[in-house]
């Protein structure tokens, strides 16, 4: 007897909600109009030390680091390239919306990528040629 019981409450309940669900002629809410997609960003703070390791590892790698070399140490190196990337990003107002977290890691990684040939050469913001400047990463 319990289990007939049991059985018919069990059988009621799931008549019931499917009697609920179908009972329903509400169709589903509309998107909010504009792309519903947020992009993944960082900010400014975030993006300058992961730049400036990715750089300094490439310059490293170049040998541009060490005693009588463009850059003393790596902290130096650091030190320089972080202090770049900062003025870059601040003379620029769209950093202020955050930095492209899907371009940040496509930077760094493209940056310790590069090659050599030619870095002794080039000068400035030049040496950011991964796409890693203000204009690369800042959102709109």
Known sequence: MKVTNGFFFVSLGIASTLAGCG???AEPAEPAAGPTKMEAR???AEATPKIAAAECE???KC???GESLKF??????QKVKSEALTKDFNEDADCKNGISATDLDECVTKTTAQTCDGLSSVIGNAERSA????RDLCMD
Do not use: F, I, L
């Open 72 to 77: 003393s140490s790596m902290e130096h190196c």
């Open 63 to 65: 040998k541009m680091v």
């Open 58 to 60: 490439r310059e490293m």
């Open 42 to 44: 960082a900010s400014t």
């Open 131 to 134: 796409e890693c400047g203000s």
């Open 23 to 25: 009972s329903s002629s």
